[in-house]
């Protein structure tokens, strides 16, 4: 039952890393997510996420990401979520970029003793706006497949106020077709 929303955490985490003049691609960036898995069965099963991950500027308009998650569900199931890839993004506007991002997902479901892993891949397209200097907003759908895991498509969002040049703390959400998360996240700029 837990194997096919293995794609649908890994679309959200994907979309957890997400030019216009002031947004930056160089970050690290952690938090933690409440989790809700819908298995069709009427069984609430809910767990929380902790994830690090962080993106590096390679070019004018392309940079490249990493992640791992961890989430901890009822019933004693844990899910390790590993993501690499690169970006592109371009300005559409004076403060907004479109950006895209195509890479490596891996995860593993463990739970009594027993472990199972696939790899695959994740996609995702979206938008970052700088709204003021402080306040950045950012939306994204993703698509990921692994494996024999299956594959899910999400859509999400964040809302993101910098507190300085180097430090904002964020709000998150995503919602995938059996898989919604929500949570809290900080990033931590830096060559700005």
């Known amino acids: 039952m837990m194997l096919r929303f293995a794609a649908g955490v890994a679309a959200v985490f994907f979309s957890v890393t997400a030019m216009a003049e002031d947004i930056s691609y160089n970050y690290v960036v952690g938090g933690y997510q409440r989790i809700d898995l819908d298995n069709g069965f009427g069984l609430d099963i809910d767990g929380d996420r902790f994830a690090i991950g962080g993106s590096f500027e390679v070019g004018e308009s392309w940079f490249l990401f990493a992640g791992y998650g961890l989430s901890d569900f009822d019933f ?3 899910l390790d979520e ?51 200097n402080e306040v950045e907003l950012a939306a994204a759908v993703t698509y990921a497949d692994i494996g024999d895991f299956g594959s899910d498509t999400s859509v999400g969002g964040s809302a993101w106020y910098n507190l300085s040049e180097q430090f904002a703390l964020g709000l998150t959400a995503n ?3 059996d ?14």
């Open 175 to 177: 919602a995938g077709d």
């Open 76 to 78: 004693g199931v844990e």
């Open 179 to 192: 898989v919604t998360s929500y949570g809290l996240g900080a990033r931590l700029y830096f060559g700005n």
């Open 82 to 132: 590993i993501s690499a890839g690169v970006g592109f993004h371009t300005a559409i506007s004076p403060s907004t970029d479109f950006v895209a991002e195509v890479g490596f997902a891996s995860a593993d479901i463990s739970a009594a003793g027993v472990s199972v892993d696939d790899n695959g891949y994740a996609a995702s397209v979206g938008v970052r706006s700088m709204l003021s």
